[in-house]
């Protein structure tokens, strides 16, 4: 297949840019390089050190003998660009990663919210919208989140997308319909996710558009099979308190002997999916695409559940450190219980890598060799959520007064 891979320059669509590749299909990557950018502006690296995008592909073509094509183009300000370019390539499915992803970075300032809103609204509407006028039938897979849901739990396990319902009719009736699951957004960033839900629907239901919406889990781990090939096709690895997502956060911290930052409590229950798990999902789903005129065919993209503070437990078991739990720069239920139901990969074929100490240790060996590369000042989470909260985020882990809050 030809296949468009909008934000293949990321964490998450690098690695499938590689595995997909490596399966044969002809990959094109749409990416604007913005979260390089965005590393600019809060001074932070990955921890692993990246290679441009060209060097990156460049080393693919040495290492394997295939191509995969780049194209600097901006989804969500680029509208005639991108239409140009799907109408002379015509991919046969597009996986759009192509969105601001950090919760505490959209809730940075009112910047950051309006450029999170502008960035992954637009980005989508875009793309559906140069889809219908192309006439362009290709499957779009698009990357969700859980947090659509809410983590919230009501006695009873998420289900994929959709909620079956009971109606009372007029008449006294109760008639039945599956709805999508009410959207409980959490941050800015997530609250966009629920918005590209909606769109989704208008545009499968009014123009037949296929689609299918993952929605992932926390994504840790940093290797894939593919990475793994060459030093220079390392993938990206964020630590820093705006991109640093949980897990990675920990063991990060743990390899360089830095408190592990437990949010509150640390009673969050979330949903987890490593790395490779999550590029053999994307491969799975392409092959299941839905029919024109079918509804969104939504995936809950993950494959185990867990508490943040028995992670950072268990990561200091197996890695030494201390645990810190402070005050948590979220509005966010400081406890909550997570049942998910992801029965439709299980059937399509995943046999999930779940943690185990291996594979921990793995990414604590990645951070202990590139731990030179850490600036310890960027690690901790000063985003607040509200006005309220930012004056509590005053001192780090260490006990050292931060400079600037919120
Ligand atoms: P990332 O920030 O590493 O990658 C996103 C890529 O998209 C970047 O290369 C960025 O430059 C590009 N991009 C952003 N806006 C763009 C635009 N307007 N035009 C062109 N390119 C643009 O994020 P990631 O971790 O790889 O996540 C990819 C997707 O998966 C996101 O949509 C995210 O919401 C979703 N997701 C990620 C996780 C996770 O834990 N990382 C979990 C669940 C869902
Ligand atoms: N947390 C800590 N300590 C830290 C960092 C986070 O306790 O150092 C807590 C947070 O308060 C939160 C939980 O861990 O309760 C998860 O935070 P996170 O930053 O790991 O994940 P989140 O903000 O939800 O966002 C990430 C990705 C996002 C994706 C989402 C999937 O950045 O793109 O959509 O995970 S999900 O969480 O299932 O919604």
């Known amino acids: 297949m030809k296949i468009a891979v909008l934000g293949g320059d990321g964490f998450v669509g690098w690695p499938t840019s590689l595995h997909l590749s490596s399966l044969g299909h002809e990959i094109h990557i749409l990416d604007n390089l913005s979260r390089r950018w965005i590393d600019t502006e809060l001074g932070v690296q990955s921890l692993t050190p990246m290679d441009s995008i060209q060097e990156r592909t460049r080393i693919w073509h040495q290492e394997t003998g295939r191509r995969l094509h780049f194209h600097l183009i901006d989804i969500a300000r680029d509208y005639e660009v991108l239409k140009r370019w799907l109408s002379e390539n015509r991919p046969?499915?597009?996986?759009?990663?192509?969105?601001?992803?950090?919760?505490?970075?959209?809730?940075?300032?009112?910047?950051?919210?309006?450029?999170?809103?502008?960035?992954?609204?637009?980005?989508?509407?875009?793309?559906?919208?140069?889809?219908?006028?192309?006439d362009l039938d290709a499957h779009l897979?698009?990357?969700?989140?859980?947090?659509?849901?809410?983590?919230?739990?009501?006695?009873?396990?998420?289900?994929?997308?959709?909620?079956?319902?009971?109606?009372?009719?007029?008449?006294?009736?109760?008639?039945?319909?599956?709805?999508?699951?009410?959207?409980?957004?959490?941050?800015?960033?997530?609250?966009?996710?629920?918005?590209?839900?909606?769109?989704?629907?208008?545009y499968a239901k009014n123009d037949g558009v296929r689609i299918t919406d993952l929605h992932q889990g926390i994504v840790w781990g940093t290797h894939t099979e593919q990475t793994r090939l060459h030093p220079q096709l390392v993938n990206r690895f964020d630590y820093d308190g705006d991109y640093g997502t949980v897990l990675n956060r920990f063991l990060i911290q743990a390899a360089?002997?830095?408190?592990?930052?437990?949010?509150?409590?640390?009673?969050?229950?979330?949903?987890?999916?490593?790395?490779?798990?999550?590029?053999?999902?994307?491969?799975?789903?392409?092959?299941?695409?839905?029919?024109?005129?079918?509804?969104?065919?939504?995936?809950n993209q993950m494959t185990e559940t867990h508490r943040v503070r028995d992670l950072a437990e268990m990561v200091a078991r197996?890695?030494?450190?201390?645990?810190?739990?402070?005050?948590?720069?979220?509005k966010e239920a400081a406890e909550n219980d997570l049942v998910v139901k992801n029965e439709q990969f299980l059937a399509l074929g995943l046999d999930p890598i779940t943690l185990e100490a291996g594979l921990l240790s793995e990414v604590i060996d990645v951070a202990k060799k590139f731990a030179y590369r850490v600036d310890r000042a960027r690690i901790p989470a000063v985003s607040a959520w509200t006005r309220d909260i930012a004056p509590k985020i005053d001192r780090d882990p260490e006990g050292k007064r931060l400079k600037s809050v919120g």
Do not use: W
């Open 318 to 330: 197996i890695a030494g450190g201390r645990v810190a739990y402070l005050p948590n720069p979220r």
């Open 92 to 134: 046969d499915a597009i996986i759009h990663f192509a969105e601001q992803r950090a919760a505490p970075y959209s809730m940075k300032s009112d910047r950051h919210k309006n450029y999170t809103v502008n960035n992954n609204v637009n980005a989508t509407h875009n793309l559906l919208n140069a889809m219908v006028e192309l």
């Open 141 to 202: 897979v698009h990357l969700g989140t859980m947090g659509v849901y809410g983590y919230s739990t009501v006695g009873a396990a998420i289900p994929e997308g959709y909620l079956p319902v009971g109606i009372e009719t007029m008449s006294g009736d109760t008639v039945s319909q599956e709805i999508l699951y009410p959207a409980n957004p959490g941050s800015i960033y997530h609250m966009t996710k629920c918005l590209d839900q909606l769109l989704f629907q208008f």
């Open 256 to 299: 360089i002997g830095y408190p592990l930052t437990v949010h509150g409590t640390g009673g969050q229950t979330r949903a987890f999916i490593h790395i490779q798990d999550s590029v053999r999902c994307i491969e799975i789903a392409l092959k299941s695409a839905p029919k024109r005129g079918e509804r969104v065919k939504i995936f």
